[in-house]
């Protein structure tokens, strides 16, 4: 039977690094096809020079919305209308939303994160320590400071960027933050509800990689989360469970930032059970 062509397919698309085979765009078009979609989403590469262009372009092609990845996740901020709360806290960008005419920056990464967080306890009034100081962790700290998370310790290897986003907690989202230089294995302090993995030590293929942390330190109440997808159950990820911490996988936060994201664009609720299968699919878990 011949197929029929449907020409008003709406487009969303990620831009960045060439992904050969990219497991967000395999775990939305698996949401598009179960949710009856009729959608695509592009993975296209866009070297820095061209973002303009290609930002451009999506308006002229009346693209939906879209993800940017590294290194495009704050030049693109100047290319759009406007910014979401936490988006402009952060001061980066990695979904796009189209509104209307305008081009609607947001930042998913940390809502996913606190998604997550609530399938196991609420983030209001919690205390948090937070190993790195990077986008990912930017991210979770604003997040779950406007969620109502309350202290926070950053834990990072350069002093300036730890600072810095200790600063930034304190400043723009009203919570406690402090800097603690990471030196040697940290010990986490009792008393703390929720410890984040938000550096990339454990990331496919150093899957050996130990997060610098004294495993003594982690108490059977507290909630331990890795950002780290690949592999799911990293050393972190299972030191803890035999600690008897209830541990969050990186896994989730990457399905929740695909679910707000899916929601964003589309208004449909997607079924994070669907995405969670193409992820394991994909890197196992
Ligand atoms: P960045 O490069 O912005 O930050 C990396 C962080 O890791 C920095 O704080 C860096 O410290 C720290 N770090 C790296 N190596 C070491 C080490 N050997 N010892 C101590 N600290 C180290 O990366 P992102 O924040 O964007 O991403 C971090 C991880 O989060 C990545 O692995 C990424 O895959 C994952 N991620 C997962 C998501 C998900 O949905 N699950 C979403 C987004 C990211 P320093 O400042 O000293 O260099």
Same mark, same amino acid.
């Given at each position: 039977?011949?197929?029929?062509?449907?020409?008003?397919?709406?487009?969303?698309?990620?831009?960045?690094?060439?992904?050969?085979?990219?497991?967000?765009?395999?775990?939305?078009?698996?949401?598009?096809?179960?949710?009856?979609?009729?959608?695509?989403?592009?993975?296209?590469?866009?070297?820095?020079?061209?973002?303009?262009?290609?930002?451009?372009?999506?308006?002229?092609?009346?693209?939906?919305?879209?993800?940017?990845?590294?290194?495009?996740?704050?030049?693109?901020?100047?290319?759009?209308?406007?910014?979401?709360?936490?988006?402009?806290?952060?001061?980066? =960008? $990695?979904?796009? +939303?189209?509104? !209307?005419? %305008? *081009?609607?920056?947001?930042?998913?990464?940390?809502? @996913?994160?606190?998604? &997550?967080?609530?399938?196991?306890?609420?983030?209001?009034?919690?205390?948090?320590?937070?190993?790195?100081?990077?986008?990912?962790?930017?991210?979770?700290?604003?997040?779950?400071?406007?969620?109502?998370?309350?202290?926070?310790?950053? =834990? $990072?290897?350069? +002093?300036?960027? !730890?600072? %810095? *986003?200790?600063?930034?907690?304190?400043?723009?989202? @009203?919570?406690?933050? &402090?800097?603690?230089?990471?030196?040697?294995?940290?010990?986490?302090?009792?008393?703390?509800?929720?410890?984040?993995?938000?550096?990339?030590?454990?990331?496919?293929?150093?899957?050996?990689?130990?997060?610098?942390?004294?495993?003594?330190?982690?108490?059977?109440?507290?909630?331990?989360?890795?950002?780290?997808?690949?592999?799911?159950?990293?050393?972190?990820?299972?030191?803890?469970?035999?600690?008897?911490?209830?541990?969050?996988?990186?896994?989730?936060?990457?399905?929740?930032?695909?679910?707000?994201?899916?929601?964003?664009?589309?208004?449909?609720?997607?079924?994070?059970?669907?995405?969670?299968?193409?992820?394991?699919?994909?890197?196992?878990?």
């Amino acid at each position: 039977m011949p197929k029929e062509w449907n020409f008003k397919q709406e487009l969303v698309a990620v831009f960045g690094k060439p992904i050969a085979e990219n497991p967000t765009q395999y775990m939305i078009e698996k949401a598009f096809a179960h949710h009856g979609l009729d959608w695509r989403y592009l993975s296209l590469e866009v070297e820095p020079e061209d973002l303009a262009d290609a930002v451009t372009g999506m308006r002229a092609m009346n693209f939906r919305g879209g993800n940017c990845t590294i290194p495009h996740k704050v030049a693109v901020i100047e290319h759009l209308d406007r910014l979401g709360e936490s988006a402009a806290m952060m001061g980066a =960008v $990695n979904c796009i +939303v189209c509104e !209307g005419d %305008e *081009l609607v920056g947001e930042n998913t990464d940390g809502k @996913g994160f606190v998604q &997550s967080v609530r399938e196991v306890t609420d983030p209001a009034g919690k205390r948090v320590v937070i190993l790195g100081a990077g986008g990912a962790a930017r991210a979770i700290g604003v997040e779950m400071g406007l969620a109502g998370a309350v202290g926070f310790t950053i =834990v $990072n290897r350069t +002093v300036e960027r !730890g600072q %810095e *986003l200790a600063d930034l907690l304190v400043e723009k989202v @009203g919570v406690e933050a &402090s800097f603690v230089p990471w030196d040697g294995d940290f010990s986490v302090p009792s008393g703390t509800d929720i410890v984040v993995n938000a550096t990339s030590i454990g990331l496919f293929p150093d899957v050996d990689a130990r997060v610098p942390l004294n495993i003594e330190t982690l108490e059977p109440g507290m909630v331990v989360a890795d950002v780290i997808p690949n592999p799911p159950r990293t050393r972190l990820v299972r030191d803890a469970t035999e600690r008897g911490c209830t541990v969050l996988d990186g896994l989730g936060m990457l399905v929740n930032q695909g679910v707000v994201g899916f929601r964003y664009w589309t208004g449909v609720d997607p079924d994070p059970e669907v995405m969670r299968a193409a992820l394991q699919e994909v890197f196992g878990g």
